[in-house]
């Protein structure tokens, strides 16, 4: 199975600051890689797919890069819907697999 | 808009069957272009990726669950079931069925989810 590590796994920021979360793969994945946001008792949302893409409805401020085996997900400016738990997904080969989440708190 | 209802029971005894079922309303399964997924997150923890499947039966499973999962659909009544037999309370957990685009014939991301129900297992 390919393991999918994200850092941190928690941190605390400001309404307005700028975010960054990293996933890296056990191997390489190309451009199979997803973020999800997830909030607590919600079930999980698409934010970006495909490294870069982002879904229909997601505010500019998140952005995703990355190839190979390494990724990250920023939010250029942190707001207060934003604070929730976000994991990366790889769809390069079965099963798939996330990573272990990064939950965004407030500072 | 699509949207996806996961139903069934909540509590499972020790080495019974789970068995779960999700609706799909505002999109037909039978259309194709779109697997379907089921995903399931223990308390507090991260997500597990159970397997998934196609209208024509074609079916991807988790290695880890491959020997007790069955996924199976329903084109009739647009919906998409889980069988998980022999289960422990190692399967406590929030199920949730999404689904996925085909690009090339493969399944790609998640990109509609249902809200998920939970599932206990014990006696």
Redesign the interface.
């Known amino acids: 199975d390919i393991q999918m590590t994200q850092s941190p796994s928690s941190l605390s920021a400001s309404v307005g600051d700028r975010v960054t979360i990293t996933c890296r793969a056990s191997q390489s994945i190309g451009t199979y890689l997803n973020w999800y946001q997830q909030k607590p008792g919600r079930a999980p949302g698409l934010l970006i797919y495909a490294v870069a893409s982002l879904q229909s409805g997601v505010p500019l401020r998140f952005s995703g890069s990355g190839s190979g085996t390494d990724f990250t997900l920023t939010i250029s400016s942190l707001q207060p819907e934003d604070f929730a738990t976000y994991y990366c997904q790889q769809t390069y080969s079965t099963p798939w697999t996330f990573g272990q989440g990064t939950k965004v708190g407030i500072k | 808009q699509v949207q996806l209802q996961e139903s069934g029971p909540g509590l499972v005894k020790p080495s019974q069957t789970l068995s779960l079922t999700c609706t799909v309303s505002g999109g037909s399964i039978s259309g194709g272009g779109y697997y379907w997924n089921w995903i399931r997150q223990h308390p507090g923890k991260?997500?597990?990726?159970i397997g998934n499947i196609y209208y024509s039966g074609s079916t991807?499973?988790?290695?880890?669950l491959k020997s007790r999962v069955t996924i199976s659909v329903d084109t009739s009544k647009n919906q998409l079931s889980l069988k998980l037999n022999s289960v422990t309370a190692a399967d406590t957990a929030v199920y949730?069925c999404a689904r996925?685009p085909a690009y090339g014939g493969n399944?790609?991301?998640?990109?509609y989810?249902?809200?998920?129900t939970l599932v206990t297992v014990s006696s």
Do not use: A, C, K, V
Request: net charge negative.
């Open positions: 991260g997500l597990e990726w991807y499973y988790n290695p880890s949730y996925s399944p790609t991301w998640l990109d989810w249902g809200q998920g």
